[in-house]
């Protein structure tokens, strides 16, 4: 079983404010990387990363910053949140001998 | 064209019967591809890897076709707990993984 951590679990927030999505592997993986997902829809990368001090932005366009100053940890900031920004944030990693592995996620509600 | 394509269903099984899923994808460069499952409300798991020669794994089986570019999943004797969205997953080396959008299977008594 992958150990990849997200933090917190769910978050209800007031617009305006500064949220940071917490991720954590502890596999040494290389590869991390952020998904954002609404309620029966599909899967969209927001950003990813294949090494310390390396982040690409993904497919689909957001607001949210991340960093990878650490290998095991991949934080996503929103420097002021919107109720648009309400969704599912899914944190995975990978490397060159695992497929991708996902934590259990994170629900944002920004009221 | 999207790079996955899959039918989003909804696939309405009874129990017991074989269901198979197809998904196409347009990168004839893909290398690696895969099979997710997505319960409701939680993340992504992996449910199996898909190789050259297909493989099999208890009631799931995976084959590829690199020269038609699709891969295809199927389940024999569905139980209800396989109800979930399956996911087609493919890559090219060292660019992301693609998602297709998923297909939903509900598995009924």
């Not at chain 2, 019967?17 to 004839?28: E, L």
Request: net charge neutral; with cysteine.
């Amino acid at each position: 079983e992958a150990d990849i951590y997200q933090t917190p679990r769910y978050l209800v927030i007031g617009t305006g404010k500064k949220i940071t999505l917490e991720c954590s592997q502890t596999m040494g993986h290389d590869k991390m990387y952020w998904y954002q997902q609404d309620p029966g829809m599909e899967l969209h990368l927001i950003h990813y990363s294949y090494g310390v001090n390396s982040t690409e932005k993904g497919d689909l366009s957001s607001e949210s910053t991340v960093s990878r100053i650490r290998t095991e940890h991949f934080p996503l900031t929103l420097e002021s949140a919107r109720p648009s920004h309400t969704s599912q944030y899914l944190c995975a990693s990978s490397d060159i001998r695992s497929p991708l592995h996902f934590g259990n996620g994170t629900r944002l509600t920004v009221t | 064209r999207k790079e996955v394509e899959q039918d989003p269903g909804p696939f309405n099984v009874p129990e017991g019967a074989t269901v198979a899923f197809n998904c196409t994808y347009s990168n004839s460069a893909s290398q690696s591809f895969f099979w997710y499952r997505q319960d409701c409300r939680k993340e992504p798991k992996l449910l199996m890897s898909v190789y050259s020669s297909g493989n099999e794994d208890g009631r799931f089986t995976a084959q590829l076709n690199r020269a038609s570019q699709y891969i295809s999943l199927l389940i024999r004797d569905s139980k209800l707990s396989d109800s979930a969205t399956y996911l087609c997953v493919v890559t090219s080396g060292n660019t992301p993984l693609v998602f297709g959008k998923g297909t939903r299977l509900s598995v009924i008594a």
